[in-house]
């Protein structure tokens, strides 16, 4: 089981990127995909998590609205659009995964992490 995330960079506040997860090893419909941050100085925390047997998909309240996880079957892939981002978005993002059958999305419950891509929000 791989997992490889990017599609980080500088961005302007008010401006969009979007982040990939590109899955190896394993069927997708098997698994939650979650992407988590961590911004300097602080510790990593959960931004979003999709379980992807029914496209149930859960957001932190801060990115509500604004951050949204969809899926690309075909290339095995979820991806995290993320709009209108905020100087508080900086930080490196990772994806990470576990199995549907596994409750919850939280860091300490995954088990498959792939390296950070770092987004910097910033003029």
């Known amino acids: 089981v791989q997992l490889q995330a990017s599609g980080g960079g500088l961005v302007q506040p008010g401006g969009s990127l979007r982040l990939s997860c590109a899955a190896s090893g394993f069927t997708l419909d098997h698994y939650k995909i979650g992407w988590f941050r961590q911004a300097p100085g602080k510790e990593r925390e959960g931004v979003s998590c999709?379980?992807?047997?029914?496209?149930?998909?859960y957001y932190q309240d801060s990115v509500k609205g604004r951050f949204t996880m969809y899926r690309d079957n075909a290339k095995n892939t979820v991806y995290l659009q993320m709009n209108s981002l905020k100087p508080e978005d900086t930080g490196v993002y990772y994806c990470?995964?576990?199995?549907?059958?596994?409750?919850?999305?939280?860091?300490?419950?995954?088990?498959?992490w792939g390296k950070g891509t770092l987004v910097t929000v910033s003029s």
């Open positions: 990470a995964a576990n199995p549907v059958y596994k409750p919850g999305c939280g860091e300490i419950e995954m088990d498959y």
């Open positions: 999709i379980k992807l047997s029914d496209g149930d998909t």
